[in-house]
């Protein structure tokens, strides 16, 4: 389902589109194409489905123009009127939107499996490499066995422990950012500041055993990812518009894609590299890495979380479901959306 953020932009989306001449004739063309298919579909009748509740909508848009900020606030007073369950049109997309934690709970319980997976729009499934992104696969091994390995290690307490100086040593460095200009009475925007943390952040604890990982393209690079898939995209939506990219978002995420990715492979290479200088060290020293602390090698306690997706590219030859390179730059590619933006 559509996120808060990408919601709020149709009205100012359909102004920008309008503005353009050929786009506004394609768009109503592609409007009355869509009035006539429906027209078309209502008058074969057929037996319609059972929907719960639903607010009166428009052909083609559906709901969307209801949908305005706070979202939240739309949906509790539609709730109030429809009840605590309701069906929501955006364009082509059908929704069912719980309002109630009792209603939540039992669609859950019931429907586990669709409620697990999330809707793969055009610009995420360019960045998640297809069906190879965790956050955007579907229910099934795949996605059960990147579940199983983010609960017990991505995620694990112990890994949070091991990667608490990385975050620590952000927000210092924000506190220190923060008083060194309040001490010469300049104004600090917060909003950047807590923006340049996060991705910071992100991209230390996925890599901060890469000399030179934090650079203005990495965190240009997790804004723009962040940005692109938050992003209101008119294809997602209303569907003779698919395949069009009247925005653009395709054609810009096809870019930050093929640079994010060009990154991460030299990242990745950086890794193995010292990996293999390692064990070569260790084969002819007799000693284990870890006990090689003093020549800085990387340690258990000094594992980053692209260490640890490593690790398991090379241990789970015999697995179910095997990591692939993909699939790690995948996951690391979808985790830099998690900053709010």
């Not at 063309?29 to 009166?56: D, E, F, Q, W």
């Not at 910071?200 to 965190?219: D, F, K, L, N, Y």
């Not at 590219?313 to 479901?321: G, K, Q, R």
Request: glycine share 6%; hydrophobic share 45%; aromatic share 4%.
């Amino acid at each position: 389902m559509a996120t808060a953020s990408s919601m709020q932009q149709p009205a100012l989306l359909l102004r920008q589109l309008t503005q353009d001449p050929v786009t506004a004739s394609l768009l109503a063309a592609a409007l009355a194409t869509a009035v006539l298919m429906i027209a078309a579909v209502s008058r074969g009748g057929g037996r319609k489905p059972r929907l719960p509740p639903s607010p009166r909508g428009f052909p083609v848009i559906g709901h969307l123009h209801l949908v305005r900020p706070p979202v939240h606030r739309t949906f509790h007073d539609l709730a109030a009127r429809l009840g605590p369950l309701m069906h929501i049109r955006l364009g082509s997309t059908h929704c069912v939107v719980a309002s109630s934690a009792g209603v939540a709970a039992e669609l859950i319980r019931a429907h586990e499996g669709k409620i697990s997976e999330r809707p793969l729009t055009a610009v995420a499934r360019q960045f998640a490499y297809g069906d190879d992104g965790f956050a955007f696969a579907p229910y099934g091994p795949h996605w059960r066995s990147m579940k199983r390995l983010c609960m017990s290690e991505l995620l694990g307490p112990r890994t949070v422990e091991q990667l608490r100086p990385v975050r620590r040593a952000g927000l210092v460095s924000l506190l220190q950012s923060v008083l060194h200009r309040a001490s010469g009475a300049e104004a600090v925007d917060l909003t950047a500041a807590l923006i340049r943390l996060s991705n910071t952040s992100i991209i230390r604890m996925m890599a901060s055993t890469v000399p030179g990982s934090v650079t203005e393209e990495a965190q240009a690079l997790v804004k723009a990812v962040a940005e692109l898939v938050g992003a209101f995209n008119v294809e997602d939506y209303i569907a003779v518009c698919r395949g069009w990219d009247l925005q653009g978002l395709r054609r810009r995420a096809a870019d930050v894609h093929r640079r994010f990715d060009a990154l991460l492979e030299e990242m990745i290479r950086h890794k193995e590299e010292a990996r293999e200088a390692r064990k070569m060290r260790g084969g002819a020293e007799g000693e284990t890495p870890e006990k090689k602390t003093a020549t800085g090698t990387t340690t258990e306690s000094s594992k980053d979380l692209l260490d640890i997706l490593l690790d398991k590219l090379e241990d789970d030859a015999a697995a179910e479901v095997k990591l692939t390179r993909k699939k790690i730059k995948a996951f690391v590619i979808v985790s830099s959306c998690r900053c709010v933006y």
